[in-house]
């Protein structure tokens, strides 16, 4: 029942929400406040997006070291370099390099 509410919530499917529980859930939180502090709309894209750009600061890595795709079913990192994929691996994302 809770994914289905999540669903609702976040006007997704559930794929999408698979991809939201891997994240780890400090900067689920984070990217929660981030969005409702900025007015932004509460949906799969954005809280992705915001995650992933929260994720890439705390690796060391900005926006501009990374491609987030923030495509439903496609979610995902895209980075130049190997050295920071597993940091943000552990992290919960998929990351391609």
Do not use: Q, W
């Not at 289905?4 to 900067?27: A, F, K, Q, R």
């Amino acid at each position: 029942m809770e994914r289905e509410i999540l669903e609702i919530l976040l006007d997704c499917g559930s794929m999408d929400t698979s991809v939201l529980m891997d994240i780890d859930s400090d900067i689920i939180e984070e990217a929660v406040r981030e969005l409702k502090d900025e007015g932004i709309e509460l949906n799969f894209p954005n809280l992705y997006y915001e995650c992933a750009r929260i994720a890439l600061h705390r690796v060391g890595l900005t926006e501009d070291d990374a491609e987030i795709d923030c495509n439903y079913a496609c979610a995902a990192i895209y980075l130049c370099g190997k050295d920071k994929a597993k940091e943000l691996e552990r992290t919960g994302f998929t990351v391609y390099y």
